[in-house]
Every structure is written in C-alpha cells, then in structure tokens.
C-alpha cells in the first residue's frame, strides 16, 4: 500500500471537524444527531488507519465494539428525540427549553 | 501510480464534499441520503486498509440499519418542518465555523507533529495482522482477548432494546383521576384527556 497513512488520519480529523461544525450550527435535533453518528465514523476511520499502520488488529475490534454502542445510541437517541416531539411538537433544539434558568 | 492511491483520491473528495453538503443541506431527506453516501465512502477506505469485515458491516449496519432508521424518524416527525434561522445566541454560527475550522487546524497539526504526513503503512498487513483472512483473524482475537466485552455488549443491546420500548411507548389512556394531576404538570395538554388517537392530531399549543 503506497498512500500514506496519514492521508486517511486527515480525512478522519476533517469529517470530525465538518460533524463538529454540524453539532454547533444546525438546529433540526435529527440533523445534529446525524453530526454526532458522522463524528463517530470520523473516528473509527482513524482506528482503522492506526490499526493498519501499526500491523495490529486490535484498533479494527475497538471500531467494531464503536459501532455496535452506536447503533445502541442512535435507537435510543431516535426514541427521545421521538418522545420529545410527542411533548413539544418539535425537533428543533431551540424549543426544548422547559428547564431554562 | 498504486491502485489504493487511486481508490483514495477519487472517495477523498466525495467524502469530504458530501460532508461539507449534509451540513449546508436544509432538508433533513436530503442530509440523511448525502450521510449515506458519505458511509459508502467510508467502507470503502476500510476495504483499502485491510478491514474487509468492517467494510461488510458498515455497508450493513451504517448504511443500512442506522441510516434506514433516521429516515423513518424524518418521515415520522414530518419532512416539511424548516429550520428557523433565527440565532437564540448572536453570532452563534460564526463562532461554531471558526471553532470547527480550528478544530480541523489543530487535528492536521497533531497528525504531522505525531505521525508525520508520510507515513508509510508496512506493507506485510496481511501476512502479519490479517494471518487467515481478516474475518477469521478478527474473530479469533474478538473471541479470545475479547470475550467478556463481547458478551457485555449484548446486555448492553438488549438494555437499549428495553429502553426503548419504555420511552417511545404512547401512555395508554389513564383514568379520569390520574389524568388531572398531569394537567398541573403540563398545562399545555390541557385540551382534556383524549384517546391516544385523537392526542396525536391535537393542534399545537400557542406560546
């Protein structure tokens, strides 16, 4: 393999900068939430790539078990981000504020 | 010019640009499918680094599962709701871009201070880590070194599966005497106490 490593570490630190943008711009909870799962796979792909440069299989397991919490934590984010919309009749962020200061 | 370098530079841009278009995308469709397709992406530079089952199960469980589940969401809230543009905190946006693009400065500096921008992979991969086939070389270090965390990870899947059900099952319509003392609590749902079909057509509150 002649790319080197670090171009799939910038990659990864771009995607995580671009979902980090996400989280702190938009409003919509869904697309935030899809900022956070982007972040996610932001860093798998650099276990990935250490995982590849360092010859050692132990940074693909860490991704697998990542994934498999996320999965977990987009169910259970989908169900409140559901269950808010039921009290609130929204998904934009700016309106949950019952429990403002 | 080496085959995987191909392979990057074509799925680099695409990654990076459908990215940079989820964010700037107003409809919430829209941004799921450009997530997918940046996913795709990502499973391919997993097959170029040697990870052929994460490629299988980022097609399967990303792309597939996670993704076809915010779509049902989307289309369940409603895909014609617009984002207000409206800053609760001045300058918000500003400050949130600036702070991203730093954020993305300093990552491209730790990687070249800590890897060095041309590191290059060894080249035995797959002799060495992926001994077998990536499958069986993965599996056997998942069921020996890693077999406790493994099995945790199902209570923990079932935890969620339970969970679940709890928040997004509807209340099922209560007495008259229990559904008073929730109109001191969330005086918004005042309307009366109705059915759980006719609670989901309720017109929305005034503010």
Redesign the interface.
Known sequence: ???????????S??????????V?????A??I???V??QL?AV??SL??F???H????G??L???S??????????G??????V???R????V?DANVLRG | M?L??VV?WVF?PI??GS??A??FQRN?VH??LL?IV??FT?AV??L????S??FA??IV??AG??MV??LF??M??GVD?H??L?E?IRG??V???T???G??LE??F???AG???????????DE???RGG?AV??SR??FR??FF?FEV?SI??I???V??MV??A?PRPRPAAADTRDHEI?PERAGGPSGPETHEREP??AR
């Not at chain 2, 170029?48 to 990870?51: I, K, N, R, S």
């Open positions: 393999m002649r790319t080197p490593i670090s171009y799939f570490l910038i990659v630190g771009l995607l995580f900068s671009i979902g980090t943008i996400g702190l711009v938009r409003r919509n869904l697309v939430f899809m900022s799962e982007l796979n798998n792909l990935v790539a995982s590849r440069m010859n050692d299989l132990n693909q397991v991704a697998f078990f994934m498999v919490v996320a999965a977990a934590e987009v169910v259970v989908l169900a409140i981000i559901v269950t919309f039921r009290a009749r929204t998904a934009s700016d | 080496p995987d370098n990057f680099a990654c990076i990215a940079i989820m964010l919430a941004a799921a997530l940046n996913f990502i530079f997993y170029v680094l040697g990870a089952f994460l199960v980022q469980v990303y599962a996670i589940l915010f969401v989307i369940l809230l709701r984002e207000s409206v609760q918000q946006r400050i949130g871009i702070l991203g693009v954020l993305a990552l491209f730790a990687i070249r890897v060095g921008l041309s590191a290059e992979a060894p080249a035995n991969f060495v880590a992926n990536n070389a993965l270090l998942l070194s890693y965390p990870t923990l899947l935890i969620a599966a969970a679940v928040l997004a509807r969330l929305e509150p």
